[in-house]
């Protein structure tokens, strides 16, 4: 497990004691990216065996590879890009109010990485 996400998990785990329901949606969000970039590809499933079988424990875990620190941030990035396009969009078609919890999300993602940071 990368350091960013280990650190961005205990942030999660901050925000969930706290009931903090905005940090603990974005968090849960970026933390899942990272998890999801984690995994190395699904192999199809085939027919035959039943230790082959695309059923029973395990089956649907896929297999996991350790991010690079950059490799991390760079998911982390594109998680805030992504709010910050939402943003935008939403001013665009001028629903300023829905674009507010997206920037609550974008704040506490940040505010988040900035201790993070500067802790580790």
């Not at 968090?27 to 027919?47: C, F, H, T």
């Amino acid at each position: 497990m990368s350091e960013l996400k280990r650190a961005l998990r205990d942030e999660l785990h901050r925000a969930m004691r706290e009931r903090d329901r905005v940090s603990t949606r974005a968090l849960r969000s970026v933390v899942g990216a990272l998890e999801n970039a984690e995994a190395d590809g699904v192999i199809a499933p085939r027919a035959g065996a039943v230790e082959s079988a695309a059923i029973g424990v395990g089956a649907a875990e896929a297999r996991r590879r350790e991010l690079t620190a950059s490799e991390a941030y760079a998911v982390v990035t594109a998680e805030l890009d992504e709010r910050a396009a939402a943003v935008r969009d939403c001013e665009r078609a001028g629903q300023s109010a829905a674009a507010e919890p997206v920037r609550e999300e974008i704040a506490a993602i940040r505010s988040a990485l900035a201790r993070v940071t500067t802790d580790g």
